[in-house]
């Protein structure tokens, strides 16, 4: 494996394969946290949010930690995906207004009214936190920065590139759909068509603010920190 000259299938592979290893590996997270932690009868939804939060973080840890190996085999490290590129400050402002208007769309629509985003407890500043930097760091890594540049190496054209990250992150997130006791295909549907857009929209900022990783980090980290655990519990406690 000698990256970046990839063949068109090799580089489908590789996008495709850090996709599923993604998925698979929040999975084996979760599966690790629920092993570890107390059994609760009929946990509450903030429960139930509280441990996702955490084996998606170890999840996310574990597919970071896989990316940099493969790179490192190749020769290169994260760097070489944009981790330490300098972008301007177009691209930074760019990165904020990105951060606000996804989490004010997400309050307004599927969190409107919801209390938690009105409170400032140990669960919503803690939560928020780890869901920033964890989802933050580790889903851009994956699905702009490895998944792009892999797309790049293989000849693919931007506008392919990033249609095809907004793809894999959107399908990566169809597993929304199996929160409750019995998949909903409405649910996955709920969770992964939006979140296509807003990868598009992630890809859209990579590409164009140079194939620099930190502002689409920041600006995911931002969304996150805002709105990710008032929306895993709302979502949660709706799957029931």
């Not at 929209?201 to 655990?229: F, K, M, N, Q």
């Amino acid at each position: 494996m000698h990256f970046p000259s990839l063949s068109l299938a090799n580089a489908t592979g590789l996008a495709v394969g850090a996709t599923l290893a993604y998925v698979l590996l929040v999975r084996v997270g979760m599966r690790i946290v629920a092993l570890i932690t107390p059994v609760v009868e009929q946990p509450s939804p903030r429960v139930r949010a509280s441990r996702s939060l955490l084996g998606s973080a170890l999840g996310q840890a574990m597919a970071v930690t896989l990316i940099a190996a493969l790179l490192l085999r190749a020769g290169l490290s994260l760097g070489d995906l944009g981790l330490t590129r300098p972008a301007t400050p177009q691209v930074w402002g760019a990165a904020l207004a990105l951060a606000l208007l996804a989490a004010g769309l997400i309050a307004a629509g599927p969190l409107r009214g919801h209390a938690t985003l009105r409170e400032w407890s140990a669960y919503r500043v803690s939560g928020g936190l780890l869901a920033g930097v964890a989802a933050g760091f580790g889903e851009e890594t994956v699905f702009r920065g490895f998944v792009i540049s892999v797309l790049a190496w293989g000849g693919v054209g931007a506008s392919v590139q990033v249609a095809g990250s907004a793809v894999l992150f959107g399908l990566a997130h169809a597993g929304w759909g199996a929160l409750g006791r019995r998949v909903s295909v409405r649910m996955a549907l709920g969770a992964a068509l939006p979140t296509m857009i807003l990868g598009a929209l992630y890809a859209l900022l990579y590409v164009w603010g140079g194939r620099s990783l930190a502002p689409v980090i920041v600006s995911h980290a931002l969304t996150d920190c805002l709105i990710e655990p008032a929306l895993l519990e709302a979502m949660i406690a709706r799957s029931k």
